[in-house]
């Protein structure tokens, strides 16, 4: 049976800073246990945000967990500026426990690795204003505790100056940058079902300088049947933020590439910054058959909001009679000195006649 959201997240909107045995906390117990939507695991994710919401609402009011979800200003920044946060070794390490329960069936409890990565990046100062840059970024994948396998995420060197700047290599590319990135919010259940997220090699890509309007274009080469390398891939975007409101839009047109027809990718993305938190709602549509279904037509709609500590996420997808709906709910309690505890909460509905997937997931971060 799905599960009715609303219930909760009245009573999660309502949360005032008492203890864990307080009111709110109990009528929350309550309203789960004796629902016949019970699932122990459920039961037990929604408790222990009750049960920390005041620590995360105070600290979301002094500013020590806020750092750790993306501001406004961060989020496009991360999209459209030539910034420096990429000098120097970092790393971020991520492991916690997750509970998978696929269609209704049995609950599976694992403990997993969400992303943890580890790089450096560099700038050396040329002549003329003129910066080479350059990083490298891997991915760490453990199997087991004891082992574990590294994956490139992001290979770049590249030029900057005061006209911008150029770079080559693995990493992400324009539509990214000014379209998905803005709702890009959670540690884990943001940006799975949206189009273009993941980095990608062979790109090459300019940027123009961080002012209130920025453009930016992609060139992104791929291996065709003959083993040739062929741009066929070119994307293209425009950002524009002034204060707490930013407007981008972005294409991408793709070339056939063997079996598969090319065609069009077209995203908006719209973000309102208020008091404590952003809004930020976005579009998507795509025709191209290295994305959707051949002879398919895809919208996709996202809605993303983040107050204080806590982030919600919805995309809806239509595909010609189908519509799914994935939802996301999480928090992020800041321990200081880089680390951090999650919690997020996500369903699936693939609208096919069967129960949701149903995920949640609770770990801890280290980021230096």
């Excluded at 324009?174 to 990608?200: L, N, P």
Aim: proline share 3%; charged share 20%; net charge negative.
């Amino acid at each position: 049976m799905p599960l009715d959201f609303s219930k909760y997240l009245v009573l999660l909107g309502d949360l005032r800073p008492v203890s864990g045995s307080g009111s709110n906390c109990r009528q929350l117990r309550r309203t789960i246990s004796g629902s016949a939507e019970r699932s122990t695991a459920v039961l037990v994710f929604f408790t222990l945000l009750c049960i920390h919401s005041p620590q995360l609402l105070a600290q979301s009011n002094g500013g020590g967990l806020r750092s750790q979800i993306p501001t406004l200003d961060q989020l496009i920044n991360r999209g459209t500026n030539a910034d420096t946060r990429e000098q120097g070794l970092n790393a971020s390490l991520r492991i916690g426990l997750s509970y998978v329960d696929n269609a209704g069936n049995s609950g599976d409890y694992r403990l997993e690795d969400f992303d943890s990565h580890i790089g450096w990046g560099g700038r050396a100062a040329l002549s003329a204003g003129l910066n080479a840059d350059g990083k490298i970024e891997l991915g760490v994948r453990p199997e087991r505790l004891d082992s574990f396998e590294l994956g490139v995420r992001e290979l770049w060197a590249g030029l900057s100056g005061p006209w911008g700047l150029i770079r080559a290599g693995t990493q992400h590319a324009t539509f990214y940058e000014m379209i998905s990135s803005a709702t890009d919010v959670a540690v884990w259940g943001s940006c799975w079902t949206q189009f273009e997220c993941s980095r990608k090699s062979q790109v090459i890509k300019y940027r123009s300088p961080p002012a209130p309007l920025v453009f930016g274009f992609s060139v992104v080469a791929r291996t065709d049947d003959g083993d040739e390398e062929e741009a066929d891939q070119f994307e293209y975007g425009l950002g524009y933020q002034a204060g707490s409101f930013y407007f981008g839009i972005a294409g991408s047109q793709t070339g056939d590439e063997g079996d598969l027809s090319g065609g069009n990718l077209l995203g908006a993305v719209l973000t309102f910054g208020f008091s404590g938190g952003s809004l930020t709602f976005g579009y998507q549509q795509t025709d191209a058959e290295q994305l959707v279904a051949p002879g398919e037509e895809v919208t996709h709609l996202t809605l993303s909001l983040v107050y204080g500590v806590t982030y919600l996420i919805y995309n809806q997808t239509e595909i010609e009679e189908r519509e799914p709906v994935w939802f996301t709910l999480g928090a992020r309690q800041g321990l200081g000195s880089g680390a951090s505890l999650f919690y997020e909460y996500q369903q699936f509905d693939l609208d096919e006649g069967e129960d949701e997937d149903l995920y949640l997931r609770a770990g801890i971060q280290f980021d230096w």
